[in-house]
Protein backbone atom coordinates (compact mmCIF):
# COMPACT_ATOMS: atom_id res chain seq x y z
CA UNK A 1 0.00 0.00 0.00
CA UNK A 2 2.96 2.24 1.03
CA UNK A 3 4.06 2.03 -2.84
CA UNK A 4 0.65 3.46 -4.46
CA UNK A 5 0.53 5.92 -2.34
CA UNK A 6 3.74 6.69 -2.93
CA UNK A 7 2.83 6.76 -6.77
CA UNK A 8 -0.33 8.86 -6.48
CA UNK A 9 1.86 11.73 -4.40
CA UNK A 10 4.52 11.64 -7.33
CA UNK A 11 1.68 12.10 -9.54
CA UNK A 12 -0.17 14.95 -8.03
CA UNK A 13 3.37 16.77 -8.29
CA UNK A 14 3.52 16.17 -12.34
CA UNK A 15 2.44 19.52 -13.88
CA UNK A 16 1.48 17.89 -16.71
CA UNK A 17 -1.23 16.11 -15.51
CA UNK A 18 -4.89 17.29 -15.90
CA UNK A 19 -7.37 18.60 -13.83
CA UNK A 20 -9.12 15.24 -14.33
CA UNK A 21 -6.06 12.89 -13.61
CA UNK A 22 -5.43 14.51 -10.43
CA UNK A 23 -8.82 14.22 -9.48
CA UNK A 24 -8.88 10.71 -10.06
CA UNK A 25 -5.58 10.40 -8.06
CA UNK A 26 -6.55 12.44 -5.11
CA UNK A 27 -9.68 10.25 -4.77
CA UNK A 28 -7.49 7.19 -5.20
CA UNK A 29 -5.41 7.99 -1.81
CA UNK A 30 -8.74 8.83 0.38
CA UNK A 31 -10.15 5.64 -0.25
CA UNK A 32 -6.32 4.18 0.62
CA UNK A 33 -6.38 6.68 3.61
CA UNK A 34 -9.83 7.12 4.63
CA UNK A 35 -10.51 3.65 6.88
CA UNK A 36 -7.46 4.59 8.27
CA UNK A 37 -7.96 8.12 8.86
CA UNK A 38 -11.58 7.98 10.04
CA UNK A 39 -11.76 5.17 12.96
CA UNK A 40 -8.42 6.04 14.39
CA UNK A 41 -6.57 3.36 17.05
CA UNK A 42 -8.53 0.39 19.01
CA UNK A 43 -9.60 1.29 22.46
CA UNK A 44 -11.35 -0.54 25.35
CA UNK A 45 -13.80 2.24 26.79
CA UNK A 46 -15.14 1.39 30.70
CA UNK A 47 -16.21 3.18 32.75
CA UNK A 48 -14.65 1.83 36.14
CA UNK A 49 -14.40 5.22 37.37
CA UNK A 50 -18.17 5.51 37.45
CA UNK A 51 -19.15 6.14 41.70
CA UNK A 52 -22.99 5.57 43.25
CA UNK A 53 -24.32 6.26 46.18
CA UNK A 54 -24.95 2.83 48.09
CA UNK A 55 -29.17 3.37 47.19
CA UNK A 56 -28.60 4.05 44.03
CA UNK A 57 -29.38 2.08 40.70
CA UNK A 58 -28.57 2.55 37.03
CA UNK A 59 -31.41 3.09 34.83
CA UNK A 60 -29.69 4.17 31.68
CA UNK A 61 -26.74 5.38 30.45
CA UNK A 62 -25.58 7.51 26.58
CA UNK A 63 -22.44 7.15 25.64
CA UNK A 64 -21.18 9.78 22.76
CA UNK A 65 -18.39 9.87 20.85
CA UNK A 66 -16.74 12.19 17.71
CA UNK A 67 -14.81 10.57 14.95
CA UNK A 68 -15.35 6.91 15.75
CA UNK A 69 -16.59 3.82 15.44
CA UNK A 70 -18.17 1.35 18.14
CA UNK A 71 -16.74 -2.48 17.61
CA UNK A 72 -17.86 -4.50 20.36
CA UNK A 73 -20.26 -4.14 23.03
CA UNK A 74 -19.97 -6.39 25.95
CA UNK A 75 -21.70 -7.79 28.71
CA UNK A 76 -24.90 -6.24 27.50
CA UNK A 77 -27.47 -6.65 30.64
CA UNK A 78 -30.52 -8.38 30.45
CA UNK A 79 -33.65 -7.07 29.96
CA UNK A 80 -32.05 -3.44 28.64
CA UNK A 81 -32.74 -1.84 25.23
CA UNK A 82 -29.63 -1.37 23.85
CA UNK A 83 -28.83 1.45 20.70
CA UNK A 84 -26.12 2.09 18.56
CA UNK A 85 -25.35 4.84 16.05
CA UNK A 86 -22.16 4.85 14.29
CA UNK A 87 -22.95 7.88 12.08
CA UNK A 88 -25.74 10.20 13.09
CA UNK A 89 -26.87 11.96 10.44
CA UNK A 90 -28.12 15.32 11.78
CA UNK A 91 -23.66 15.89 12.00
CA UNK A 92 -22.84 14.26 8.97
CA UNK A 93 -19.62 16.21 8.82
CA UNK A 94 -18.14 14.66 12.68
CA UNK A 95 -19.08 11.57 12.15
CA UNK A 96 -21.08 11.80 15.43
CA UNK A 97 -22.02 8.67 17.18
CA UNK A 98 -24.05 7.19 20.49
CA UNK A 99 -23.95 4.19 22.49
CA UNK A 100 -27.44 4.30 24.68
CA UNK A 101 -28.79 1.92 27.29
CA UNK A 102 -32.27 1.77 28.63
CA UNK A 103 -33.35 -0.11 31.42
CA UNK A 104 -36.41 -2.29 30.29
CA UNK A 105 -37.47 -2.64 34.18
CA UNK A 106 -37.87 -1.14 37.15
CA UNK A 107 -35.03 -2.08 39.06
CA UNK A 108 -32.07 -0.73 37.20
CA UNK A 109 -28.27 -1.95 37.58
CA UNK A 110 -26.35 -2.28 40.54
CA UNK A 111 -22.95 -0.62 39.82
CA UNK A 112 -20.78 -3.72 40.16
CA UNK A 113 -22.62 -5.40 37.17
CA UNK A 114 -22.55 -1.75 35.14
CA UNK A 115 -18.81 -1.56 35.32
CA UNK A 116 -18.64 -4.76 33.98
CA UNK A 117 -19.45 -3.46 30.56
CA UNK A 118 -16.86 -2.21 27.93
CA UNK A 119 -16.97 -0.79 24.60
CA UNK A 120 -14.40 -1.60 21.96
CA UNK A 121 -13.89 0.84 19.27
CA UNK A 122 -11.58 2.42 17.01
CA UNK A 123 -11.15 6.19 17.49
CA UNK A 124 -8.91 8.93 16.67
CA UNK A 125 -6.95 9.51 20.34
CA UNK A 126 -7.61 13.29 20.22
CA UNK A 127 -11.14 13.02 19.66
CA UNK A 128 -14.11 13.94 22.56
CA UNK A 129 -15.79 10.76 24.59
CA UNK A 130 -18.83 11.47 27.27
CA UNK A 131 -20.87 9.53 28.91
CA UNK A 132 -23.92 10.35 30.41
CA UNK A 133 -25.59 8.20 33.72
CA UNK A 134 -28.87 8.00 34.71
CA UNK A 135 -28.84 6.99 38.31
CA UNK A 136 -32.30 6.46 40.81
CA UNK A 137 -31.75 6.43 44.58
CA UNK A 138 -34.56 3.97 45.38
CA UNK A 139 -34.49 5.07 49.28
CA UNK A 140 -35.14 8.82 48.28
CA UNK A 141 -36.77 8.20 44.83
CA UNK A 142 -34.47 10.88 43.29
CA UNK A 143 -32.69 10.61 39.95
CA UNK A 144 -29.70 12.13 39.03
CA UNK A 145 -27.69 11.96 35.55
CA UNK A 146 -23.66 11.80 36.18
CA UNK A 147 -21.72 13.04 33.37
CA UNK A 148 -17.79 11.12 33.05
CA UNK A 149 -16.04 13.12 30.10
CA UNK A 150 -12.97 11.43 28.56
CA UNK A 151 -10.57 12.07 31.07
CA UNK A 152 -12.62 10.14 33.45
CA UNK A 153 -13.30 7.23 31.20
CA UNK A 154 -10.71 4.64 31.65
CA UNK A 155 -9.12 3.89 28.35
CA UNK A 156 -6.79 1.14 26.87
CA UNK A 157 -5.54 0.62 23.61
CA UNK A 158 -5.85 -3.00 22.58
CA UNK A 159 -4.66 -4.71 19.56
CA UNK A 160 -8.22 -6.30 18.87
CA UNK A 161 -12.02 -6.52 19.36
CA UNK A 162 -11.95 -9.18 22.36
CA UNK A 163 -10.59 -6.04 24.85
CA UNK A 164 -7.42 -8.00 25.52
CA UNK A 165 -4.02 -6.37 25.44
Known amino acids: MLNVEEEVKHCLKKATMNISEKLIAC ?19 SFENLKLKNS ?3 LGFKLYFYDGVVRTFSNAPNDWKIV ?3 WDEED ?16 GLKIEDFLKIFVIMNVDPDSNLKLEVTAEDFNKYTKRTITLTKKQLAIKPVNDQTGKN
Open 27 to 45: LLLLCLLGPTLAHGQTYKV
Open 84 to 86: LNN
Open 56 to 58: ERI
Open 92 to 107: QLHWTGSLKGMSDHGG
